[in-house]
């Protein structure tokens, strides 16, 4: 705490001095992946990912890196190379469908800075200039490091999300040992739908920082911890960002593809799932849709869309109807949550949208479905 509050006065001192100035550092030019996804040598595997940046008082602290655009070491302090490897890895990321966010974390500052953890960018399709303006948008803020907040904070991100999902944590690692219980937690909620990847931002001669990151990473069960010097080239940073959302062609099988969203969409939520030529919503899935009404309930700029669907017996016409009856049946639940019926809009895709395309009963129990998806107003 002592230390924290000291860099604290750093900060202080140093904003006064700078008067909000920042050094300005040439982008590295990042590496192309998407010839090695045009090639079909690799498939996307992540859906969705958010950048969580150490934004706390020892990110003020001087640094001395090198840059490939000039001959002398580059001297900033941590916050501004931690934005410098973060952009690169923004531009890096290949031409994928994404849900991204960024999110940052320090301790409050009286009057500055009410909060600890705070989503600069998403959760929202990514556009790779919109978050790389983001970026620089953040500063150093209050002594305290809560990434555990961060994490927390991540997890309630993540939780309405379809498909896979990389949390990225750019940190010293320094003063934050609940962020353990948090990534473990994370874990417990998200399964196997969240790999936890770290960067070790500046120097850490007594190894404080790396240890705490790699019990948070190990937490994930998935992921990696890399050295910021690991990922300060081109070629580094593209080896890193292949790792959190690329494999190879041959485990397509294991990680599908979330379906096509419609017109208008931005995510998927989780489905609910109908027995053979019925259309009620069974108990199982209350749960299911508590969550789906607690996500709109929380944002409340968001709409619903609701596509019933239906296995491939029966005729066209029936399974456009019983389609009908699926998605109102969800949507009825839904309304029954708290959700606005003003906010909810149904569809039937009847037999014509399916998920699996066996002629089986395993594949025709994922096809008896009501799709869930967020709309913008």
């Known amino acids: 705490m002592v230390r924290n509050l000291i860099k604290l006065l750093v900060v202080v001192m140093s904003l006064?001095?700078?008067?909000?100035?920042a050094?300005?550092?040439?982008?590295?030019?990042?590496?192309d992946l998407n010839p090695k996804l045009k090639s079909g040598a690799l498939v996307q595997k992540t859906n969705n990912f958010e950048v969580v940046m150490d934004t706390s008082a020892s990110m003020e602290d001087p640094y001395q890196w090198n840059h490939f655009a000039y001959t002398s070491p580059m001297k900033?302090?941590?916050?501004e190379y931690e934005q410098h490897l973060v952009r690169l890895f923004n531009d890096t990321i290949p031409?994928?469908?994404?849900?991204a966010g960024l999110r940052d974390f320090a301790g409050e500052r009286w009057l500055s800075r009410p909060y600890n953890t705070k989503l600069w960018y998403g959760m929202a399709p990514y556009v790779k200039e919109d978050l790389g303006k983001s970026i620089f948008e953040v500063n150093t803020g209050g002594v305290e490091s809560p990434l555990n907040l961060a994490i927390d904070a991540a997890t309630a991100d993540f939780k309405p999300l379809a498909g896979k999902s990389a949390l990225v944590i750019f940190s010293d690692g320094l003063e934050m040992p609940q962020a353990v219980a948090s990534a473990q937690a994370m874990k417990t909620a998200l399964k196997d739908n969240i790999c936890i990847y770290a960067v070790l931002i500046g120097n850490?001669?007594?190894?404080?920082?790396?240890?705490l990151l790699d019990k948070v990473v190990k937490a994930g069960q998935c992921g990696i911890l890399v050295n910021g010097k690991d990922v300060e080239s081109a070629a580094g940073m593209a080896n890193f960002v292949?790792?959190?959302?690329?494999?190879?062609?041959v485990a397509a099988a294991v990680v599908p593809p979330g379906p096509a969203l419609p017109p208008g969409a931005i995510a998927q939520l989780d489905s609910?799932?109908?027995?053979?030529?019925?259309?009620?919503?069974?108990?199982?899935?209350?749960?299911?849709?508590?969550?789906?009404?607690?996500?709109?309930?929380?944002?409340?700029?968001?709409?619903?869309?609701?596509?019933?669907?239906?296995?491939?017996?029966?005729t066209n016409e029936y399974n456009m109807a019983l389609g009908?009856?699926?998605?109102?049946?969800?949507?009825?639940?839904?309304?029954?949550?708290g959700v606005d019926a003003k906010r909810i809009k149904t569809v039937s895709w009847g037999e014509e949208k399916p998920v699996c395309k066996e002629s089986v009963e395993a594949c025709w129990s994922k096809n008896r479905n009501a799709m869930f998806f967020v709309m913008q107003p």
């Open 16 to 21: 006064a001095l700078l008067g909000g100035c």
């Open 23 to 31: 050094t300005v550092i040439k982008p590295i030019p990042a590496q």
């Open 76 to 79: 900033t302090t941590k916050l």
């Open 95 to 99: 031409n994928l469908k994404l849900t």
């Open 204 to 211: 850490d001669p007594t190894g404080e920082g790396k240890a």
């Open 242 to 249: 292949e790792k959190v959302f690329l494999g190879p062609a």
């Open 272 to 314: 609910v799932y109908f027995d053979y030529d019925k259309y009620n919503v069974k108990p199982e899935f209350k749960a299911t849709v508590k969550k789906n009404a607690d996500y709109f309930k929380a944002n409340k700029d968001k709409n619903v869309l609701i596509a019933g669907n239906c296995d491939e017996r029966g």
């Open 324 to 337: 009908q009856r699926r998605a109102d049946s969800a949507a009825k639940a839904l309304k029954a949550e």
